[in-house]
T-cell receptor, first 116, second 113 residues
Framework: DTEVTQTPKHLVMGMTNKKSLKCEQH?????MYWYKQKAKKPPELMFV???????INESVPSRFSPECPNSSLLNLHLHALQPEDSALYLC???????????????FGPGTRLLVL | GQQLNQSPQSMFIQEGEDVSMNCTSS?????WLWYKQDPGEGPVLLIA?????ELTSNGRLTAQFGITRKDSFLNISASIPSDVGIYFC?????????????FGPGTRLSVLP
């Protein structure tokens, strides 16, 4: 099973709302990722969790707050977003991210976010 | 740097034709991954490559890890309408083999009936 699940599939929120995106994988992977993707562009890395600890934060604004409750779950808490934050938010996972011989990264279906 | 280039940027082909696209870098990569993405969906992994010279097939898809470790190719044989989408290459650079997967800009494929 190489499935990564994400909820919700679609989300519309106002700039004053607080919402959360959820991601889950049951492949025993220890690295989990959040990406942001704009139309016709490749995914842009936001955060990486490795062994439940935040290991990479690509200078993401504080209105995005990641959380990794356990090795299977990854959340992205959203607060006071801007219209330009509207995008497809993708979760991914890989074995542990540090395998010199090669990692394989699996993506979830994404959450399409619209900020009004 | 560790950027990836993909060519062509886009292509229009007739159903039944073969397709070839590539991904290049100025630096050495340890891993090459090829994904297909449909609109509004997440990228789906097609093929993963881990060794220089490796040639791997997945149905009508074939991909190769370049011998120089600076490029990779994806071929699709006998294209069908459902092959339409954006194809991304991604990889792990040798000199930064950690958790940063580098993505190419994508090749947009259109298949004409």
């Amino acid at each position: 099973d190489t499935e990564v699940t994400q909820t919700p599939k679609h989300l519309v929120m106002g700039m004053t709302n607080k919402k959360s995106l959820k991601c889950e994988q049951h492949m025993g992977h220890r690295a989990m990722y959040w990406y942001k993707q704009k139309a016709k562009k490749p995914p842009e890395l936001m955060f990486v969790y490795s062994y439940e600890k935040l290991s990479i934060n690509e200078s993401v604004p504080s209105r995005f707050s990641p959380e990794c409750p356990n090795s299977s779950l990854l959340n992205l808490h959203l607060h006071a977003l801007q219209p330009e934050d509207s995008a497809l938010y993708l979760c991914a996972s890989s074995q542990d991210g540090w395998n010199y011989l090669g990692e394989t990264q699996y993506f979830g279906p994404g959450t399409r976010l619209l900020v009004l | 740097g560790q950027q990836l280039n993909q060519s062509p940027q886009s292509m229009f082909i007739q159903e039944g034709e073969d397709v070839s696209m590539n991904c290049t870098s100025s630096s050495i990569f340890n891993t090459w991954l090829w994904y297909k993405q449909d609109p509004g969906e997440g990228p789906v992994l097609l093929i993963a490559l881990y060794k220089a010279g490796e040639l791997t097939s997945n149905g009508r898809l074939t991909a190769q890890f370049g011998i120089t470790r600076k490029d990779s190719f994806l071929n699709i044989s006998a294209s069908i309408p459902s092959d339409v989408g954006i194809y991304f290459c991604a990889g792990q650079p040798r000199d930064n083999y950690g958790q940063n997967f580098v993505f190419g800009p994508g090749t947009r494929l259109s298949v004409l009936p």
